[in-house]
């Protein structure tokens, strides 16, 4: 079946440092792909996505590049900030019946920024 | 745009109750998603909705779980004969897609239950 893998946390780092989650998927067909996050406290906001092949999707200063050849969507910040400080899920849509799209979500990376 | 909300927040039960969650989509939102998500895990889906129509059930959702969406609005959420495997939080997400590619789904805050 369809699933995401992605790099298990936490990751720590220092404020303006550079910032990499890997996510690896497996899916049938052309899903589109999705980076979540998760503040504290709060609900999953969409943070970027991408639709097809060598799309690039951006948002904050996060970028993420759908590599079809390599099934991946990593995740790249140049320069991290304390607020950048959540849990990040790699995700993607499958279609289901009436055009519907299901997500299946990896396990999620916690990220903590230090000043 | 309010965005989606959820009630309970929070819901503690014991072990055999019943217990019923709420999701209000955002307004014209067609579609409504629930997904159930455990401790340091990803969300799981657990059924669909297409206006009032339920179209799709994961094997997740047991026959204890019943969701319904009347009039195609707000949407509930009912575990019978809870069990403390039950313990989890329970997402809802809407959206209104203009094309299959362009399905966005947007969350709601999410409802955590807890079954001592």
């Known amino acids: 079946g369809d699933s995401v893998t992605q790099m298990e946390g936490p990751v720590t780092l220092s404020e303006e440092a550079f910032l990499t989650i890997n996510c690896t998927y497996t899916a049938t067909g052309y899903p589109s792909l999705f980076w979540y996050v998760q503040y504290p406290g709060e609900g999953l906001q969409l943070l970027l996505k991408?639709?097809?092949?060598?799309d690039k999707g951006s948002n904050k200063g996060f970028e993420a590049t759908y590599r079809k050849e390599t099934t991946s969507f990593h995740l790249e910040k140049g320069s991290v900030q304390v607020s950048d400080s959540a849990v990040y899920f790699c995700a993607l849509s499958v279609m289901i019946k009436a055009a519907g799209n299901k997500l299946t979500f990896g396990g999620g990376t916690r990220v903590l920024v230090k000043p | 745009d309010t965005g989606v909300s959820q009630d309970p927040r929070h819901k503690i039960t014991k072990r055999g109750q019943n217990v019923t969650f709420r999701c209000d989509p955002i307004s014209e939102h067609n579609r409504l998603y629930w997904y159930r998500q455990t401790l340091g895990q990803g969300p799981e889906f657990l059924t669909y909705f297409q206006n009032e129509a339920q179209l799709e059930k994961s094997r997740l959702l047991s026959d204890r779980f019943s969701a319904e969406r009347p009039k195609g609005s707000f949407s509930t959420l009912e575990i019978q004969r809870t069990e403390q495997g039950d313990s989890a939080m329970y997402l809802c997400?809407?959206?209104?897609?203009?094309?299959?590619?362009?399905?966005?789904?947007?969350f709601g805050p999410g409802t955590r239950l807890l079954v001592l």
């Open positions: 991408a639709t097809k092949a060598d």
């Open positions: 997400a809407s959206s209104s897609p203009k094309g299959r590619t362009q399905e966005t789904q947007y």
